[in-house]
């Protein structure tokens, strides 16, 4: 089972709206409405942004949003702000018993 | 609120074992999965296995079976994941997280940093 597939990094200016991508199979991405998001700062645990592809956790900004098209998930952060800056990494639930989940290879996004 | 509070950093020598301990607070143990991830330094989000606390039905991932073990102590609502015959490639920062039974892990744990070096 690989990782799933994500840009290595993104930018974008103050205000502007970006979007990360994260390609999988049919036995992963494609197969389920189980993606997830996940923001890092550095030297910090992950947090949870996204579930189940397009929902928010209680506490995470309508900035945030996920959508799903086959087997690509997205992330689209809009109103970008310097907070923003981090690793971002997706996740979804596999058809496989081992492993059960597989991450995304991660992108680290940049605000200008 | 929830928490999870996982114990010190960790030098171990190759070929010797570790244990990491994550305790949960806030909430009802048995009622989530408790799943480990890894991440080397630089590197990325690494699945490693998943836990039932209830059950204690375990899962992992290939690359780790027969090195790993997860474990739990509903007592004192408190996982534990074990890697033996450790490399230097296990050099990294493990994380226990909350999840449900299709992922999303919601709470992790601050991290422990396991250094394998001779």
């Known amino acids: 089972q690989s990782a799933l597939t994500q840009p290595a990094s993104v930018s974008g200016s103050p205000g502007q709206s970006i979007t990360i991508s994260c390609t999988g199979t049919?036995?992963?991405?494609?197969?389920?409405?189980?993606v997830s998001w996940y923001q890092q700062h550095p030297g910090k645990a992950p947090k949870l942004m996204i579930y189940?592809?397009?929902n928010r956790p209680s506490g995470v900004s309508n900035r945030f949003s996920g959508s799903k098209s086959g087997n690509t998930a997205s992330l689209t952060i809009s109103g970008l702000q310097a907070e923003d800056e981090a690793d971002y990494y997706c996740?979804?639930?596999?058809?496989?018993?081992?492993?059960?989940?597989?991450f995304g290879t991660g992108t680290k996004v940049t605000v200008l | 609120q929830v928490q999870l509070v996982q114990s010190g950093a960790e030098v171990k020598k190759p070929g010797a074992s570790v244990k990491v301990s994550c305790k949960a607070s806030?909430?009802?143990?048995?009622?989530?999965?408790i799943n480990w991830v890894r991440q080397a330094t630089g590197q990325g989000l690494e699945w490693m296995g998943w836990?039932?606390?209830?059950?204690?039905?375990?899962g992992y991932a290939q690359k780790f079976q027969g090195r790993v073990t997860m474990t739990r102590n509903t007592s004192i609502s408190t996982a534990y994941m074990e890697l033996s015959s450790l490399r230097s490639e296990d050099t990294a920062v493990y994380y226990c997280?909350?999840?449900?039974?299709?992922?999303?892990?919601?709470?992790w744990g601050q991290g422990t940093l396991v250094t394998v070096s001779s």
């Open positions: 189940d592809v397009s």
């Open positions: 049919s036995s992963d991405v494609g197969g389920y409405n189980y």
């Open positions: 806030g909430y009802t143990f048995t009622s989530y999965d």
């Open positions: 996740s979804s639930y596999t058809s496989s018993s081992t492993p059960r989940y597989v």
């Open positions: 836990m039932n606390p209830n059950s204690g039905n375990t």
């Open positions: 997280a909350r999840g449900g039974p299709y992922g999303d892990y919601d709470y």
